[in-house]
């Protein structure tokens, strides 16, 4: 069953400085990922599921270092976004560049040959394969807006996974930090390139007790302070969920004004965390969540279709 707990207090340091933005790090994530899912799997229920998440995974981290990808200079459009707040690498702006079907590519001669890995995934790979540029931009556009229909729940993840391979590195080079503006009380979208968030993590070190949303696209992280609704921003009736015990490292944060919901990680409670690999080992998490009336906000690039 769900258990609703008492909210910590909020343990931030306003005294230092927080960093509104942490770039990803996609040449270790993707392999840190891949290990952590691996972890999880082991006795899990849905164990074949989080070993298939860890190929892929591994897989982009093959990529990674493969098909470096270089960020075209963009000091002016960074500039204008910065005076809009406009994510620079936005998902509906940015011109991709043909370097994400090289890794699409890429992805699908490492998936197909790949015996570990479900049949119904190298069929969805042999398509993506067979199908022509133009249409794999199309499913692209569209399962960045949010429709996995006309790829479909099969491919997409491994379209999506080649997306984020490709955004990840941008995103990585953008070292100005100050450039990138997040619109005044809005923390729904990463201000990167405006994607939904996958979940949220409190972590340690450098940044200790301070909680990023982390970005379903391009892995970039962003400040948000604790015990306020990620999706609107509300901080009224906000609720902590978790499955078995109160000091789990995956809660789901819920938010009585929007009805909404994402997980949040604690990295304090297991340094290993990861918002997608955490998410996907706690499904049932999200089904008690959902049936005490609150639907998720995020997406896990896994899960499309589901
Ligand atoms: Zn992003
Ligand atoms: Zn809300």
Same mark, same amino acid.
């Given at each position: 069953?769900?258990i609703r707990i008492v909210p910590e207090h909020d343990i931030q340091r306003? %005294?230092? +400085?927080?960093? /509104?933005?942490?770039?990803?790090?996609?040449? %270790?994530?993707?392999?840190?990922?891949?290990?952590?899912?691996?972890?999880?799997?082991?006795?899990?229920?849905? @164990?074949?599921?989080?070993?298939?998440? +860890?190929?892929?995974?591994?897989?982009?981290?093959?990529?990674?270092?493969?098909?470096?990808? +270089?960020?075209?200079?963009?000091?002016?459009?960074?500039?204008?976004?910065?005076?809009?707040?406009?994510? /620079?690498? $936005?998902? &509906?702006?940015?011109?991709?560049?043909?370097?994400?079907?090289?890794?699409?590519?890429?992805?699908l001669e490492r998936v197909r040959p790949d015996a570990g890995l479900p049949?119904?995934?190298?069929?969805?790979?042999?398509?993506?394969?067979?199908?022509?540029?133009?249409?794999?931009?199309?499913?692209?556009?569209?399962?960045?807006?949010? &429709?996995? +229909?006309?790829? *479909?729940?099969?491919?997409? /993840?491994?379209?999506?996974?080649?997306?984020?391979?490709?955004?990840?590195?941008?995103?990585?080079?953008?070292?100005?930090?100050?450039?990138?503006?997040?619109p005044d009380g809005q923390h729904a979208l990463c201000p990167v390139c405006? %994607?939904?968030?996958? @979940? $949220?993590?409190?972590?340690?070190?450098?940044?200790? *007790?301070?909680?990023?949303?982390?970005?379903?696209?391009?892995?970039?992280?962003?400040?948000?302070?604790? $015990?306020?609704?990620?999706?609107?921003?509300?901080?009224?009736?906000?609720?902590?969920?978790?499955?078995? $015990?109160?000091?789990? @490292?995956?809660?789901?944060?819920?938010?009585?004004?929007?009805?909404?919901?994402?997980?949040?990680?604690?990295?304090?409670?297991?340094?290993?965390?990861?918002?997608?690999?955490? &998410?996907?080992?706690?499904? @049932?998490?999200?089904?008690?969540?959902?049936?005490?009336?609150?639907?998720?906000?995020?997406?896990?690039?896994?899960?499309?279709?589901?």
């Amino acid at each position: 069953m769900a258990i609703r707990i008492v909210p910590e207090h909020d343990i931030q340091r306003h %005294s230092i +400085a927080i960093a /509104p933005l942490r770039l990803p790090q996609p040449r %270790s994530l993707y392999r840190e990922r891949a290990a952590r899912l691996l972890t999880l799997a082991e006795g899990h229920a849905m @164990a074949d599921f989080l070993r298939f998440a +860890a190929r892929i995974a591994h897989h982009q981290d093959a990529l990674v270092h493969a098909q470096p990808v +270089a960020l075209p200079d963009i000091a002016g459009l960074l500039t204008t976004c910065a005076a809009h707040e406009l994510p /620079p690498l $936005s998902v &509906d702006g940015w011109q991709r560049q043909p370097d994400w079907q090289a890794l699409l590519d890429g992805l699908l001669e490492r998936v197909r040959p790949d015996a570990g890995l479900p049949p119904a995934v190298q069929a969805a790979a042999e398509r993506l394969a067979a199908a022509t540029l133009a249409e794999r931009e199309q499913w692209a556009d569209a399962l960045l807006a949010g &429709d996995a +229909a006309p790829v *479909g729940p099969a491919a997409a /993840p491994l379209l999506w996974a080649a997306l984020s391979v490709y955004w990840s590195q941008l995103a990585a080079q953008l070292a100005d930090y100050a450039a990138i503006a997040s619109p005044d009380g809005q923390h729904a979208l990463c201000p990167v390139c405006g %994607s939904a968030p996958v @979940a $949220s993590v409190v972590r340690i070190g450098d940044a200790a *007790g301070l909680r990023y949303l982390h970005c379903s696209l391009c892995e970039s992280e962003w400040h948000l302070v604790r $015990s306020q609704c990620s999706h609107c921003d509300a901080s009224r009736d906000i609720g902590y969920w978790v499955l078995d $015990s109160e000091d789990a @490292a995956t809660r789901a944060e819920s938010c009585g004004d929007c009805h909404g919901y994402l997980k949040l990680m604690r990295q304090d409670k297991d340094p290993a965390v990861d918002p997608v690999a955490d &998410d996907l080992a706690t499904l @049932a998490l999200d089904a008690l969540v959902e049936q005490q009336g609150y639907a998720r906000t995020g997406p896990n690039p896994f899960l499309f279709g589901a």
